[in-house]
Nanobody, 124 residues
Framework: QALLVESGGGLVQAGGSLRLSCAASGLSFSNYAMGWFRQAPGKEREFVSHISSNGGNLDYADSVKGRFTVSRDNAKNMVYLQMNVLKPEDTAVYYC?????????????????WGQGTQVTVSS
């Protein structure tokens, strides 16, 4: 059974940076796409980024493009989200998820397992 554990969240001032990590176990990590989603209070979960199994195909939400960078290390079963120039509207719980397919999607319903989330709070 897949287990995903996010870390790296915290409180940061606007304009600052954070790096989220997601450790995966119990799955053939290098075969599957990974995604990052977020959910702010009172809002629906939304797509942030996804990365293909070999890291060659990336996608970002327009709201984070140019500020966030997704990457993965298949040797360590890790996926990362580098977040720069953070804005108060980036405040949310961030989740990583695995899609049992080599390529990602923006649709959260097509991801099969989820982490517990990590809180990111950006103060103005």
């Amino acid at each position: 059974q897949a287990l995903l554990v996010e870390s790296g969240g915290g409180l940061v001032q606007a304009g600052g940076s954070l790096r989220l990590s997601c450790a995966a176990s119990g799955l053939s990590f290098s075969n599957y796409a990974m995604g990052w989603f977020r959910q702010a209070p009172g809002k629906e979960r939304e797509f942030v980024s996804h990365i293909s199994s070999n890291g060659g195909n990336l996608d970002y939400a327009d709201s984070v493009k140019g500020r966030f960078t997704v990457s993965r290390d298949n040797a360590k079963n890790m996926v990362y989200l580098q977040m720069n120039v953070l804005k108060p509207e980036d405040t949310a719980v961030y989740y990583c998820a695995v899609r049992r397919w080599p390529y990602g999607t923006r649709r959260s319903s097509e991801f099969h397992s989820w982490g517990q989330g990590t809180q990111v709070t950006v103060s103005s």
